[in-house]
């Protein structure tokens, strides 16, 4: 069975992947399309991760029986490509929560407290710049809205509550053992002190924090993304964080990702940006490494897999 990682892997990662047992996994990284086009026709399962996998992409694998989402998120997978085909297409839930729930912690805090512009004076030699004290904020004590109560949010909430966070969340039905209070989305952005997404890309979620919906949000709030990018409108946020509207965000997701070098979010001094990293920890790659590789095993064995989107 041939695999192919469709992924950039430095040493670690390399050596994580040619550990995984009873497999031979070929690594392509994400921006050589040529390498891409020879591995393709042998290809018999495609670990995805980020870079689309387009229709041309399954069009050219003739061998490709499974396509295994690194990860959760299937927006960035052709599904109806894979449905005509009849390839099933199954992803990772849950195996990168913790890492996830992490750096939207790393995110609110460093938001907050402005790290970034510190480090980046102290290594130009400013011990202290008075400008940047003003407007400092702390998490304890503030009201986090989590927008979605999937894994995340549910390793995320408790954490909040034990620094003295007061938490509500939003979702289509309360859940009944949720941490913290529910709210309606348009109460919930106009009562938080920090919004936080957690919900997926769909056709539902598209564009949900827009310029109504960031007017909705408490001034100095600060918004915090590590779902997706399609969830946010990037120029209504330039504006509602340029004019003070908002106060700041923590941004690891784009709309269009690698965000442009020109794009006006990477030069605004209250945003901070990861490039789509939060997931990325040598505990994810364990997880889902095991769990995809059993999906390989189920697969040859013509048995049930796991967590099968399509």
Request: aromatic content about 4%; some cysteine.
């Amino acid at each position: 069975m041939n695999v192919l990682f469709h992924y950039t892997a430095g040493p670690d990662l390399a050596a994580r992947l040619a550990a995984v047992p009873g497999l031979q996994i070929a690594v392509c990284p994400e921006d050589d399309d040529a390498a891409l086009a020879r591995a393709l026709p042998e290809t018999d399962v495609l670990w995805h991760v980020l870079k689309r996998c387009t229709e041309a992409m399954i069009a050219a694998a003739p061998k490709l029986k499974l396509i295994q989402k690194i990860g959760v998120g299937v927006n960035t997978i052709n599904l109806e490509a894979a449905i005509a085909r009849g390839i099933p297409v199954c992803n990772l839930p849950g195996t990168n929560a913790r890492a996830v729930a992490e750096l939207t912690l790393a995110l609110m805090l460093a938001t907050l407290r402005r790290i970034p512009r510190f480090d980046a004076g102290l290594r130009a030699g400013v011990w202290l710049d008075p400008l940047f004290q003003d407007g400092i904020g702390e998490l304890g004590g503030g009201v986090v809205g989590l927008v979605g109560y999937g894994a995340i949010p549910r390793l995320l909430a408790p954490v909040l509550v034990a620094l003295g966070c007061r938490v509500i969340y939003t979702t289509r039905r309360q859940v009944e053992d949720a941490v913290g209070s529910w709210r309606p989305l348009d109460a919930l952005l106009a009562e938080a002190d920090v919004v936080s997404l957690h919900v997926p890309l769909t056709e539902e979620t598209g564009n949900l924090i827009d310029a109504a919906a960031l007017a909705r949000m408490k001034p100095g709030a600060i918004l915090v993304n590590t779902a997706r990018g399609g969830l946010v409108d990037p120029r209504a946020l330039e504006a509602a964080l340029r004019t003070g509207r908002l106060a700041g965000a923590g941004l690891d997701v784009f709309l269009h990702e690698p965000i442009g070098a020109a794009d006006p979010l990477l030069h605004l001094p209250n945003v901070v940006l990861t490039p789509h990293i939060a997931w990325l920890t040598t505990g994810t790659f364990d997880r889902s490494f095991s769990l995809a590789a059993e999906n390989c095993r189920r697969l040859a064995a013509g048995e049930a897999l796991l967590h099968r989107v399509v």
